[in-house]
């Protein structure tokens, strides 16, 4: 075999990432299941570079030189292991397979160790930026063992986007540590929609702007410190307009997020782990209320959507600017106290600066402040939260005074922000000199004897509640 990449999984990410390393001079082998998806892609993109075409896995594998290099591009979960049970038995011992899907990070542990029985070198390979990214440069955040790097790292590291000359890949860590990484990267996706779509509302709801003037507000932003490719985008759909109404087009875009489960796996491996990444989950939570529409109209209709509060409270659009900004920080944080807390736990060595690196570019979740955070995890690699490293300690209090404005003034004219006033909640928790933990832990210790430790002495203790309430030094 002459082709250097295989890549099966013919749909649009795997067709832009063949054709992106057709692009950079690599020879190419594609192949889908179904074969003319891959013949569509050689007849037309063929004159971009080295394109082979194979019409089964053995073709795939007989075109391949060694050891072999197959990039899997196919639709997470079961399709991946259909696709990598057939592979198996083809490959050598040596060879490489690469999942480039949104697959689950336990599920990228368990392929790894499987095809490790067999020779066969694994990597879980986390690629952001949608359709465009593949073709023209995605972050990548791949997980593999370092000889499993040395075969096709460099292979990704061309293809993906590149700050300076400094690719936006980099070997994350062992088997699942890249797909946990993207994972998370899609957690702090969810929480910066969310968090754009909050402040949406608040322009709409609390100040009656229309879709075109808050489109306007967002793309001065765009050039501001809340520069990134979401808040772009964002400015781009408030301003379409609808060709059948006339209206705006997010006026008649049915109201009911949608989620493939990305979302969902960050915050189950925040509870398992005792992470609180607040803000992604209740972004994830925003998302599942809104398409819970028959509970919805249930509610609006036994409660009534007016409030007798009072009219509505109006907050400067620069104290939005700030709100957001403090609370994208905040989830930033939490995210990357969850990478922490999964690398600790797998023992897969992440270096967090690493990840703002290579999120600068490429990636839906990229942004000027992603710098700033690069710079701040180099300088401080053992600050135990983002949050209190100089200069996102000094961001967060200079703005933490709009964000509670805004907070409240949303809270006050009925308009719902989950995640900026989860986000507010979490920073005035975690400022706190006392938490009402202390009654908990009393209330625990009262119905289930589960004791209590003191502020004063070591140990445990237990109040005889039942009895005369002494208290009692427990085993
Ligand atoms: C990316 C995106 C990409 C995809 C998400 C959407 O980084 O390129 O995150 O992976 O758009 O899977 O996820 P939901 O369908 O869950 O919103």
Aim: proline fraction near 5%.
């Amino acid at each position: 075999g002459h082709a250097q990449v295989g890549v099966t999984g013919m749909a649009v990410m795997g067709r832009n990432l063949a054709r992106n390393f057709a692009r950079h001079g690599f020879r190419v082998a594609v192949h889908n299941r179904t074969t003319s998806k891959a013949e569509a892609v050689v007849r037309e993109f063929g004159h971009e570079g080295d394109l082979t075409l194979a019409r089964s896995l053995e073709e795939l594998v007989a075109a391949l030189e060694r050891p072999r290099r197959v990039i899997v591009m196919v639709a997470a979960g079961p399709g991946t292991d259909a696709v990598i049970d057939e592979l198996v038995p083809l490959l050598d011992p040596g060879d490489v397979v690469a999942d480039a899907g949104n697959a689950h990070w336990r599920d990228t542990v368990r392929r790894h160790d499987a095809l490790a029985e067999h020779g066969i070198r694994f990597a879980g390979v986390g690629v952001s930026g949608g359709e465009v990214g593949a073709l023209e440069g995605p972050s990548v955040m791949p997980g593999a063992d370092a000889d499993t790097y040395a075969e096709i790292g460099p292979f990704l590291e061309v293809v993906s986007a590149h700050v300076d000359d400094e690719p936006c890949c980099t070997l994350v860590g062992p088997d699942g540590a890249g797909h946990f990484v993207k994972m998370v990267h899609n957690g702090i996706e969810y929480a910066d929609m969310q968090l754009i779509a909050e402040g949406y509302d608040l322009m709409r709801r609390l100040l009656g702007m229309e879709p075109a003037a808050a489109a306007e507000v967002f793309r001065e932003w765009d050039g501001t410190e809340l520069e990134s490719y979401l808040v772009g985008i964002t400015a781009e759909v408030l301003a379409q307009s609808d060709a059948g109404t006339a209206g705006p087009l997010v006026d008649v875009i049915r109201d009911a997020a949608e989620q493939k489960g990305t979302g969902r796996w960050t915050v189950q491996s925040a509870l398992d782990l005792g992470v609180p990444v607040t803000g992604i989950a209740e972004a994830t939570m925003a998302r599942a209320l809104s398409g819970d529409t028959a509970r919805r109209a249930a509610v609006r209709d036994a409660l009534g959507d007016q409030d007798p509060a009072g009219p509505p409270a109006r907050v400067p659009t620069d104290d939005l600017r700030q709100a957001l900004y403090a609370a994208k920080v905040v989830s930033y944080a939490q995210g990357l106290d969850l990478v922490r807390a999964g690398s600790a736990e797998q023992c897969w060595d992440v270096e967090l600066a690493e990840l703002p690196r290579i999120w600068r570019d490429g990636c839906i979740i990229r942004a000027r402040l992603l710098a700033d955070i690069t710079e701040a995890l180099e300088r401080h690699p053992d600050a135990p939260s983002l949050l209190a490293t100089p200069t996102f300690a000094r961001a967060v209090t200079e703005r933490l005074p709009a964000l509670r404005r805004v907070v409240g003034a949303a809270v006050q004219g009925g308009v719902p922000v989950p995640v900026l006033s989860a986000v507010l909640a979490y920073l005035d928790a975690l400022r706190a000199e006392r938490l009402p933990a202390a009654l908990v832990q009393g209330l625990r210790d009262y119905f289930g004897a589960h004791t209590y430790e003191r502020v004063d002495r070591p140990g445990s203790f237990h109040t005889a509640w039942a009895a005369d309430r002494t208290e009692v030094e427990a085993g």
